[in-house]
């Protein structure tokens, strides 16, 4: 099977046989992980993820399912180092994976927004497919210095690969809350609501044009 050098914008491959509509394929091998994914915008929701890291898989199921996408990933990572190679090199594929099946963006919404609560946790998702990566991570002082054995440090290196290689704005803000792991369901719930969002194309020849005042997008 073909392997895409991490540090070489090599062309993506066909999306896969069986998924519909937009969607696209994406690799990463180095010597910290071998990555392999096929995500799909106009799915139903239908997820697989296998990282060997638990909360990882929980979250990316969360944020597909929501963003009703379909998802198929696996990743061997460096996990008897810790799970930070992992995390963000599943960031910079599933972003590599979702800029190329957006495609030219015409007709694009561009945009999303949610705020999801998750027991007595809240957080604010915001995203932006503008063709600029800019991560914007606020209110982490709210979860726990280790979550799942982990630093919680982690979560924003995944969040930044992802607005990176995505080429998108992400802008997460915990409000309030007490449980790590329910701060972090609540970003995972929001990104994919605000995903669906964004990736949603209208049919109106109206806005059958790429979203920008400007007539492009980086």
């Given at each position: 099977?073909k392997?895409v050098d991490?540090?070489?914008n090599?062309?993506h491959e066909?999306?896969?046989?069986g998924f519909r509509?937009?969607a696209?394929?994406?690799?990463?091998?180095?010597a910290?992980?071998?990555?392999r994914?096929?995500?799909?915008?106009d799915g139903?929701?239908?997820?697989?993820v296998h990282?060997?890291f638990?909360l990882?898989?929980h979250?990316?199921?969360?944020?597909?399912?929501?963003?009703n996408?379909?998802?198929?990933?696996n990743?061997?990572?460096?996990l008897h180092?810790?799970?930070h190679h992992?995390a963000?090199?599943v960031?910079?594929t599933?972003?590599?994976?979702?800029?190329?099946?957006?495609?030219?963006?015409?007709?694009?919404a561009r945009?999303?927004?949610?705020?999801?609560?998750?027991?007595?946790?809240?957080?604010?998702?915001?995203v932006d497919?503008s063709?600029?990566?800019w991560?914007?991570?606020?209110?982490?002082?709210?979860l726990?210095?280790?979550l799942?054995g982990?630093?919680?440090d982690?979560w924003?290196e995944?969040?930044?690969?992802?607005?990176?290689s995505?080429?998108?704005n992400?802008h997460?803000?915990?409000?309030?809350?007490?449980n790590?792991?329910?701060?972090?369901?609540?970003?995972?719930?929001?990104?994919?609501?605000?995903?669906?969002?964004?990736?949603?194309?209208?049919?109106?020849s109206?806005?059958?044009?790429?979203p920008?005042?400007?007539?492009?997008?980086?």
């Amino acid at each position: 099977m073909k392997k895409v050098d991490a540090h070489r914008n090599a062309p993506h491959e066909a999306a896969p046989s069986g998924f519909r509509g937009r969607a696209a394929r994406a690799e990463r091998s180095t010597a910290e992980t071998d990555i392999r994914l096929n995500l799909c915008l106009d799915g139903s929701g239908q997820v697989s993820v296998h990282t060997g890291f638990g909360l990882l898989d929980h979250m990316l199921t969360l944020t597909a399912f929501w963003a009703n996408f379909d998802l198929t990933l696996n990743c061997q990572g460096d996990l008897h180092i810790d799970a930070h190679h992992t995390a963000e090199d599943v960031g910079l594929t599933l972003g590599r994976a979702l800029r190329e099946a957006v495609g030219d963006r015409q007709g694009l919404a561009r945009a999303g927004w949610a705020r999801v609560p998750m027991d007595e946790a809240l957080a604010d998702v915001a995203v932006d497919l503008s063709g600029r990566p800019w991560l914007e991570w606020r209110g982490d002082e709210l979860l726990p210095p280790l979550l799942a054995g982990e630093e919680k440090d982690l979560w924003r290196e995944y969040y930044k690969a992802l607005a990176s290689s995505a080429r998108c704005n992400i802008h997460i803000c915990f409000q309030y809350g007490k449980n790590g792991h329910h701060l972090l369901e609540s970003a995972a719930k929001g990104l994919g609501l605000a995903l669906a969002q964004a990736t949603r194309q209208s049919c109106a020849s109206a806005r059958a044009s790429v979203p920008s005042t400007k007539g492009s997008l980086d």
